[in-house]
């Protein structure tokens, strides 16, 4: 069985055990990311992974979040069970090779710790900054809007010398009635808040690509976006089946003399395998955070993948996301 149809398989094996969820969750805050090295360059640091280097000089991380330990360190949720629908406490934490409690971290775009959910259909999405207790204990208040299994990842990186990226991935149930939903087809844009959000790349396998997003309002081109974590935009990949977490870099940063506030967004992507992915791109306009979700079909044979959709979508054939969570 070939690595394309392992992932369809696993997909539907999830969603007939666990059910899923409805609905384009968005974000709290966004997680992605050599000259003198930036706040998105540091992820680069974990390894060249099955794209090598990417263009710009960013190096192309393999894909996380698959396990619950790696590098000698372990993702421990206090809370593995929430209820649909409400708003709960996330509690969590990050725990060495010793089992103690990690209570210094690396800032990385402004943050020392990015949190993640997701839901299993990659319908629902969240990016959450906790907040750490002085013992290494983070916590953070979520409204997870459906039932069904999700996945909880921390992205992080150690303060002790030498350390690299690490993302770690846990289950998380969330009860209640779960229905099973479809992951949403490849197209190519997407539509939130008023906001159309234009996809144009490739994700290939083992091969670093670049991603432009192009961002308009109202038909026009949004020109004045609003730095975010250093960013003018934060990209998050996810595949679908086992929900690998993918490395994105961001090409360019605010006040560096080149990068526009946009409408355009680039970033450099490597995808590890064959198969389809989910892409959420947080952006920042008029002082608030959005997020445009995209799926991308990666085909097998070495061949470039495109988006897999169509040129420009037909009336009805966007994708809107449905809220946004703090």
Same mark, same amino acid.
């Given at each position: 069985m070939n690595t394309g149809l392992k992932i369809t398989a696993f997909a539907a094996a999830i969603a007939a055990t666990f059910g899923t969820a409805y609905g384009v969750g968005t974000s709290i805050d966004p997680v992605v990311a050599k000259k003198p090295p930036t706040a998105h360059d540091e992820h680069a640091e974990a390894g060249e992974g099955a794209g090598g280097?990417?263009?710009?000089?960013?190096?192309s991380a393999?894909?996380?979040?698959?396990?619950?330990s790696e590098g000698g360190y372990t993702?421990?949720? $206090?809370?593995? /069970?929430v209820a649909a629908?409400?708003?709960?406490? +996330?509690?969590?934490s990050v725990k060495d090779e010793s089992g103690r409690k990690v209570t210094a971290y690396q800032r990385e775009h402004g943050k020392e710790l990015h949190f993640i959910v997701a839901s299993r259909d990659l319908t629902v999405y969240r990016h959450l900054h906790p907040t750490r207790a002085a013992d290494g204990t983070w916590s953070v208040r979520a409204e997870l809007p459906a039932a069904g299994g999700y996945r909880a990842f921390a992205d992080f990186k150690p303060a002790k010398k030498g350390a690299t990226g690490v993302t770690l991935g846990a289950d998380l149930a969330v009860s209640g009635k779960a229905e099973p939903a479809a992951l949403p087809p490849a197209r190519a844009t997407a539509e939130v808040d008023g906001y159309r959000v234009a996809l144009d790349g490739a994700l290939t396998p083992g091969k670093a690509n670049e991603l432009k997003l192009t961002v308009t309002k109202d038909g026009k081109p949004v020109t004045n976006l609003q730095p975010y974590l250093g960013a003018y935009g934060h990209l998050?990949? +996810? /595949?679908?089946? $086992? +929900?690998?977490?993918l490395h994105v870099h961001p090409n360019g940063e605010p006040d560096d003399g080149v990068t526009e506030p946009g409408p355009e967004v680039s970033f450099t992507a490597t995808a590890p395998s064959p198969g389809a992915y989910r892409l959420f791109l947080d952006f920042q306009h008029e002082g608030e955070v959005r997020t445009a979700a995209f799926t991308v079909d990666v085909p097998a044979g070495g061949a470039d993948a495109t988006t897999g959709a169509k040129p420009s979508a037909e009336p009805?054939?966007?994708?809107?996301? $449905?809220?946004?969570g703090h």
């Open positions: 280097k990417a263009a710009g000089g960013h190096e393999p894909a996380g979040g698959l396990q619950i993702l421990a949720l $206090d809370t593995p /069970r629908g409400t708003s709960s406490v +996330l509690s969590f998050v990949a +996810l /595949r679908a089946g $086992d +929900l690998a977490y009805g054939e966007t994708e809107e996301a $449905d809220g946004h």
